[in-house]
């Protein structure tokens, strides 16, 4: 088991490989359908909305229920993640499989991405503090920063290798 914690180097991201157990601490952005094209149409206008380098991003919702992955190769989701990566995101949290474009934008900028257990009892006690920082009417679907400790996941893809 490997701990990470955010902002995370490139160099961290190139020692983890297919099947490696993390726990990732520190701050965790949020986003999904609703949101992530946002992010990506505000870079592509050169907005900084957010500092993304070295961060991770779990697609997901966040709300008084809990967190747990929403499914990653949804159109809006999927399509935001080589632009992201791009931009500075290292590590990209959900669940299901990826294309093989995604894949290889994932390997060329030397992101990953990682599965986490779709158990949202689990994931939301290891949520410190969470707070809106980005397109605020979207509700739960809107972008947060959490303070994580020790959130599981196991690296799925990376380096251009999938565990699927």
């Given at each position: ?12 991201i190139q ?52 967190i ?5 190769n949804?159109?809006e ?17 959900g669940?299901g ?33 969470k707070?809106v ?8 679907e ?23």
């Open positions: 088991m490997r701990n990470i914690t955010t902002p995370v180097s490139k160099e961290t020692e983890l490989h297919v099947g490696d157990q993390i726990l990732l601490s520190g701050r965790l952005l949020t986003g999904r359908d609703a949101a992530l094209p946002q992010l990506v149409k505000s870079l592509k206008n050169g907005e900084k909305l957010l500092d993304l380098q070295g961060s991770a991003i779990m697609h997901t919702a966040v709300s008084e229920a809990g747990a992955p929403t499914t990653s949804k159109e989701i999927e399509g935001s993640i080589p632009e992201l990566a791009r931009a500075g995101v290292l590590i990209h949290m669940k499989t990826l294309g093989t474009d995604t894949i290889s934008a994932l390997k060329e900028t030397g992101a990953i991405f990682v599965v986490t257990p779709p158990v949202a009892a689990l994931l939301s006690s290891k949520v410190k503090s707070k920082v980005a397109f605020s009417k979207e509700g739960m809107a972008m947060f920063e959490l303070e994580v400790e020790n959130i599981p996941g196991i690296v799925a893809i990376a380096h251009g290798k999938s565990i699927y």
